[in-house]
C-alpha cells in the first residue's frame, strides 16, 4: 500500500488526533490557523489546556461561554471567537510577553517546508504569496515545544527538505512533525521516524520525505 | 481644557502624507468612525503602523481600498487582497514586522526606551541589514522604536479625563499605540462619567490622551 | 490540577541561596505571610530583588532585619536603616537599580528579550562597565535582563485560575515579577469563583501564576 | 541686606509658591518628596495639574476622595495617600513608561549639587549617605522638564557650583533652578539669573553660587 491510496477524507483527523496526544494536562498552547484548530476536540476529557489566541485572549473558546459580541472578541483570524470563563482578555504587549518569554508551553502550526535541523518556512513565498509573518515568528521561537502539523507532502512533492528553500520562519525551531504518514522528531543529528501510519510501509514514508530519515529502532504504530 | 472634541475637529490634527497608528486586529479595535472622517477629509499618502490590513470593506481596510495610504508597517496583510495588489503594481511600500516585534517597537517608541533586543527574526529575511547583539552568549536583533505623529484609538468605555477601558479583545494594539504617538485620539464607543471606570480598571490612563470623540463602535 | 495550596507547601520550592523578586513599594504590596513562612521555614542567604526595602518592620524588611538577605537588588534602601548597617559591616551586598531600569530589567526578563536600552544611568556610577548603544545617535545604556527562582506576589482578588486583580497601588512591581520567575507564588487577600474577575479586569493571567496562597493582607 | 538677614521661616513657601508659577493647567506633573511636595497648595485656582506618584497612580491626592486604605494606597515615600476620582493606579511598568517616555510634563525635585551645564546630583554622598536612586535617575532622564527647586546653600556652603563634585544623577538635566533667593535658568553657555528675592542684591546671590553666574538685562523680582 502507498501513500497515494491513504484515505484522504480524515487526513486532518488523523493529524489533529494525533497531536492532542502530545498535550498535557494544564498545558498553555496555541494553536495556529487551519489543521491546528481541530486538535482541542480530541483531547482526552481528563486534558485541559488552556488556548492563547495571539490576538489577546488566555482561555480562548471555543465554545461561547461570555463575551461573543463579534465586534469585540475575534479569534486571530478575525473570525467572532470567545473566552471561556477564568479566561482573560490581554492586551498585545501582554499577549508576546506571554510568547516570547517562553510561557507558552506548546504550538502547533502549519508549514510550507521543514528541514534535518528543524528549520521553518511558514510565512512566504515570494512573489507569489506574501501575507505577512503575523505572530508566527515569535511563536517558534518563544514557545517550549513547537509542533508542525501538517500533510507529509504539497500536491505530491516533499515538504520535508535536507534544508528549506524558502525564506525561514525561525533557525532549528521544530521539536517535532506530526503528518498523516507518520511522528518525525527533530534530533542534533537530524529527523528521526518514531511512529507510522499503520496503512503505510516505511519506505512509503522515506520516499515522500525529502530529507534523509533514520527509522526508530522502537518504531511503533500511528494512534 | 476640555479634550472631547468633534470627528471633524480630531482628524484637523493629521495631515497628508503623516504616520498613523491604528489600534486593531482585523478591524476588531479600529476606530471606524475616525477611520471614515479620514477619508472625508480627503487624507492622502499616509505611512498607516497596525497589526494588519484588517479585511475588506471593514475599518482601516477602506484607507488602503480608497488609495490613502503610501506605506505600511504591519505583521500581516493576508486578508485584505487589495494590498497584494497595490505592492504588487508598485503603488504601496509595505514593511512586514513580526507581531511581537511590532508591539515591542511601538512600546520602545513610547517608553523611551533605544529599541528591542530580541530572538525573532534572527536568521530570516526580518534580520536583513540590522545589528545584531550578543547578551549572555545568545543572538538578538535590534529592532528601533516606533513612534507616529497621530494614534487612532478605540474605546469601550472613555471618560472626560480620556480614562480607557477596552472591551474583549478589541483592546489589542490600542494601549500600546496611546503612548506612542505625538497626538491622541480616542473614539468612545460610550462617554462615561469620572469614576465609572474604576481606577484599578482603568487600562490607558488619560494623560496618553490628547482627545476623545464620541459616537464609537459599528 | 490545583494551584491552592498551603503557604508552608508554597516555600518549600524556596531553598536556602534562591533568588527571589517580591512584589511591592514600601511594604505595599508585599505578601506578608509569604514573608513570615520563609522566615519561619529559616531559609536564608537569599537573594531578594525588590524596589526597595520597605521599613521596619513592615514586611520583605522583616528578611533583612532576620538576616536571611544576602543580595539586594533594589531602586532604594533608605527607609530600612538596617541595610545601611548590613552593607557597612559588610554582611549584605546592595546592587542599586534605578527604579525604571529595574521593571524594564525584569520585564525583559519575563519577555524573553535580550536586555533594555535606556538613557538612564548614561554619564553617572549606574553606566560602570555597561555597553553603552548609539541608536539614531543617542546613547542607552544596555542593562540584562533579571530572573528570579521564585516570585512573591499579593493580590488582592485571586481566582483558582490564578487570575489576579490588585486593588490600588499595591498593584506596583507585582504584575511584571509574576512574569519574570520559575516559580510564581501569589498570596490571596480574597479567594473568588472563576468569572468573579471579569476577562477584562484580569491585570495578572494566571497562566503567570504556579501557585495561590489564601490569608493575604495583614 | 544679606542673604543671612532672610526670614528662614518661609524659605520653603517662597520656592514652592514660585515654583508654583511655573505649571501651567492641565500638566502632568511628579513632585519628589520634601519641599516639592508643597507646590500644589501655591497653584492658582484656574490652573489643574494631574499628579503622578511612581508608585503606581495618575492623578494622586492630596485630598482622599476615593480609596484611602493605607495597606493599599500609599504615596512614593510609603505613607498613606489617596487618589483623586478620574484617577488611575497603574503597575511601575506603565509608570515608568510615563516618566521614561517623555509624557510627564514636569518634575520638581531637590538636589543635593547642580552645576553649570545642568549636571544634577541628588541621589548618593558616598560613604555617608547611600539611600539609592529610586525613580529619580529615570525622572531626570525623561520629564520635559526638570525643575530643581531647593535651598541655596547648604549649611552656608554652595550647592550650585561650576562642576558637581558628586556621583551624578544625570547630565545637563536641569531646566530650571528655584531658590528662595531666586530663578536660574540653564542655558547652553551656562546659569542665567532672571528673578531675584527682593529682600536681596545680587551681590549677595553671586556670593552664595560657586558657579559663574550671567545677570539677565530683563532681571526681575521673585514673585
Given at each position: 500500500m502507498t501513500a497515494t491510496t491513504l484515505d484522504r477524507s480524515n487526513l486532518k483527523e488523523i493529524v489533529a488526533r494525533r497531536v492532542a496526544r502530545e498535550l498535557r494536562d494544564g498545558d498553555f498552547v496555541n494553536l495556529g490557523i487551519g489543521l491546528p484548530t481541530l486538535v482541542p476536540q480530541f483531547l482526552p476529557t481528563d486534558v485541559r489546556v488552556t488556548l492563547q489566541a495571539e490576538v489577546g485572549m488566555v482561555g480562548a473558546g471555543p465554545c461561547p461561554e461570555v463575551d461573543a459580541d463579534p465586534r469585540y472578541v475575534v479569534d486571530a483570524g478575525g473570525k467572532p471567537a470567545s473566552i471561556r470563563i477564568g479566561g482573560a482578555f490581554i492586551d498585545s504587549v501582554t499577549s508576546f510577553t506571554l510568547i516570547r518569554g517562553g510561557h507558552v508551553d506548546a504550538t502547533v502550526l502549519g508549514a510550507l517546508q521543514v528541514d534535518s535541523e528543524g528549520n521553518l518556512a511558514n510565512w512566504i513565498i515570494p512573489?507569489?504569496?506574501?501575507?505577512?509573518?503575523g505572530g508566527a515568528m515569535d511563536l517558534v521561537v518563544g514557545a517550549k515545544r513547537v509542533i508542525v502539523a501538517m500533510e507529509h507532502t504539497q500536491r505530491g512533492e516533499p515538504k520535508i527538505l535536507p534544508r528549506c528553500t524558502l525564506p525561514l520562519t525561525a533557525l532549528g525551531c521544530v521539536n517535532l512533525i506530526v503528518t498523516e504518514m507518520g511522528v518525525i522528531e527533530v534530533q542534533p543529528y537530524g529527523l528521526l521516524l518514531t511512529e507510522i501510519n499503520p496503512d503505510l510501509e516505511v519506505a512509503d514514508v522515506v520516499a515522500a520525505t525529502a530529507a534523509p530519515l533514520r527509522i526508530s529502532s522502537s518504531l511503533t504504530v500511528m494512534l | 481644557m476640555s479634550k472631547l472634541i468633534s470627528v471633524e475637529d480630531a482628524v484637523a490634527n493629521i495631515s497628508d502624507g503623516m504616520s498613523i497608528m491604528a489600534g486593531g486586529f482585523m478591524g476588531c479595535g479600529n476606530a471606524h468612525n475616525l477611520v471614515q472622517a479620514i477619508i472625508d477629509a480627503g487624507l492622502k499618502d499616509l505611512t498607516m503602523i497596525s497589526n494588519d490590513a484588517s479585511m475588506p470593506g471593514y475599518g482601516i481596510a477602506k484607507l488602503v481600498e480608497q488609495r490613502r495610504v503610501r506605506k505600511l508597517i504591519t505583521s500581516h496583510v493576508g486578508l485584505n487582497p487589495q494590498v497584494a495588489v497595490q505592492m504588487n503594481a508598485g503603488e504601496l511600500e509595505v514593511e512586514l514586522v513580526p507581531q511581537g516585534t511590532l508591539v515591542e517597537r511601538i512600546r520602545s517608541g513610547g517608553a523611551g526606551l533605544g529599541g528591542v533586543l530580541t530572538p525573532t527574526g534572527i536568521g530570516t529575511l526580518v534580520a536583513d541589514g540590522k545589528p545584531v547583539i550578543t547578551v549572555d552568549g545568545r543572538e538578538y536583533l535590534l529592532e528601533k522604536p516606533l513612534r507616529a505623529d497621530v494614534a487612532l484609538i478605540s474605546g469601550y468605555r472613555v471618560d472626560k479625563n480620556g480614562n480607557i477601558w477596552y472591551r474583549g479583545d478589541a483592546r489589542n494594539f490600542n494601549p500600546v499605540m496611546a503612548t506612542a504617538a505625538d497626538v491622541v485620539i480616542v473614539e468612545a464607543d460610550h462617554l462615561v462619567e469620572l469614576g465609572d471606570i474604576p481606577a484599578e480598571d482603568v487600562v490607558t490612563p488619560g494623560v496618553f490622551v490628547d482627545y476623545i470623540v464620541t459616537g464609537g463602535s459599528l
Amino acid at each position: 500500500m502507498t501513500a497515494t491510496t491513504l484515505d484522504r477524507s480524515n487526513l486532518k483527523e488523523i493529524v489533529a488526533r494525533r497531536v492532542a496526544r502530545e498535550l498535557r494536562d494544564g498545558d498553555f498552547v496555541n494553536l495556529g490557523i487551519g489543521l491546528p484548530t481541530l486538535v482541542p476536540q480530541f483531547l482526552p476529557t481528563d486534558v485541559r489546556v488552556t488556548l492563547q489566541a495571539e490576538v489577546g485572549m488566555v482561555g480562548a473558546g471555543p465554545c461561547p461561554e461570555v463575551d461573543a459580541d463579534p465586534r469585540y472578541v475575534v479569534d486571530a483570524g478575525g473570525k467572532p471567537a470567545s473566552i471561556r470563563i477564568g479566561g482573560a482578555f490581554i492586551d498585545s504587549v501582554t499577549s508576546f510577553t506571554l510568547i516570547r518569554g517562553g510561557h507558552v508551553d506548546a504550538t502547533v502550526l502549519g508549514a510550507l517546508q521543514v528541514d534535518s535541523e528543524g528549520n521553518l518556512a511558514n510565512w512566504i513565498i515570494p512573489g507569489k504569496m506574501v501575507p505577512g509573518m503575523g505572530g508566527a515568528m515569535d511563536l517558534v521561537v518563544g514557545a517550549k515545544r513547537v509542533i508542525v502539523a501538517m500533510e507529509h507532502t504539497q500536491r505530491g512533492e516533499p515538504k520535508i527538505l535536507p534544508r528549506c528553500t524558502l525564506p525561514l520562519t525561525a533557525l532549528g525551531c521544530v521539536n517535532l512533525i506530526v503528518t498523516e504518514m507518520g511522528v518525525i522528531e527533530v534530533q542534533p543529528y537530524g529527523l528521526l521516524l518514531t511512529e507510522i501510519n499503520p496503512d503505510l510501509e516505511v519506505a512509503d514514508v522515506v520516499a515522500a520525505t525529502a530529507a534523509p530519515l533514520r527509522i526508530s529502532s522502537s518504531l511503533t504504530v500511528m494512534l | 481644557m476640555s479634550k472631547l472634541i468633534s470627528v471633524e475637529d480630531a482628524v484637523a490634527n493629521i495631515s497628508d502624507g503623516m504616520s498613523i497608528m491604528a489600534g486593531g486586529f482585523m478591524g476588531c479595535g479600529n476606530a471606524h468612525n475616525l477611520v471614515q472622517a479620514i477619508i472625508d477629509a480627503g487624507l492622502k499618502d499616509l505611512t498607516m503602523i497596525s497589526n494588519d490590513a484588517s479585511m475588506p470593506g471593514y475599518g482601516i481596510a477602506k484607507l488602503v481600498e480608497q488609495r490613502r495610504v503610501r506605506k505600511l508597517i504591519t505583521s500581516h496583510v493576508g486578508l485584505n487582497p487589495q494590498v497584494a495588489v497595490q505592492m504588487n503594481a508598485g503603488e504601496l511600500e509595505v514593511e512586514l514586522v513580526p507581531q511581537g516585534t511590532l508591539v515591542e517597537r511601538i512600546r520602545s517608541g513610547g517608553a523611551g526606551l533605544g529599541g528591542v533586543l530580541t530572538p525573532t527574526g534572527i536568521g530570516t529575511l526580518v534580520a536583513d541589514g540590522k545589528p545584531v547583539i550578543t547578551v549572555d552568549g545568545r543572538e538578538y536583533l535590534l529592532e528601533k522604536p516606533l513612534r507616529a505623529d497621530v494614534a487612532l484609538i478605540s474605546g469601550y468605555r472613555v471618560d472626560k479625563n480620556g480614562n480607557i477601558w477596552y472591551r474583549g479583545d478589541a483592546r489589542n494594539f490600542n494601549p500600546v499605540m496611546a503612548t506612542a504617538a505625538d497626538v491622541v485620539i480616542v473614539e468612545a464607543d460610550h462617554l462615561v462619567e469620572l469614576g465609572d471606570i474604576p481606577a484599578e480598571d482603568v487600562v490607558t490612563p488619560g494623560v496618553f490622551v490628547d482627545y476623545i470623540v464620541t459616537g464609537g463602535s459599528l
